[in-house]
């Protein structure tokens, strides 16, 4: 069973940073791109970065300069590190990776559990 397992949401006040952590667990053949979206109460599902298999990222304008997309291969994990957070920052924040768990099997999308990021004023 594959599974994507987010860490490191939580409080903290205008102006902080806060590092998220995406783990994959079982057997994976191949990661493609992974990223990070974001859902704040009342709004629909945003892309906050996306990092490709070969490095190359892309972000949110809201987001350009203050955050950081990164993977580490060997651990299977992409990181966001956020800093300069804002207010308009918090959201659950979902971790999302194309991956195909089998040669045969063509690549799909899997999500994580979400972790809540809040940003105080």
């Known amino acids: 069973q594959v599974q994507l397992v987010e860490s490191g949401g939580g409080l903290v006040q205008a102006g902080g940073s806060l590092r998220l952590s995406c783990a994959t667990s079982?057997?994976?053949?191949?990661?493609?791109?992974m990223g990070w979206y974001r859902q704040a109460p009342g709004k629909q599902r945003e892309l906050v970065a996306r990092?490709?298999?070969?490095?190359?990222?892309n972000y949110a304008d809201s987001v350009k300069g203050r955050f950081t997309i990164s993977r580490d291969d060997a651990k299977n994990t992409v990181y966001l590190q956020m800093n300069s957070l804002k207010p308009e920052d918090t959201a659950v924040y979902y971790c999302?990776?194309?991956?195909?768990?089998?040669?045969?099997?063509?690549?799909?999308?899997?999500w994580g559990q979400g972790t809540q990021v809040t940003v105080s004023s």
């Open positions: 999302n990776a194309d991956m195909e768990v089998e040669y045969w099997l063509p690549s799909r999308d899997y």
């Open positions: 079982g057997s994976i053949f191949r990661i493609n791109n």
């Open positions: 990092i490709t298999s070969g490095g190359r990222t």
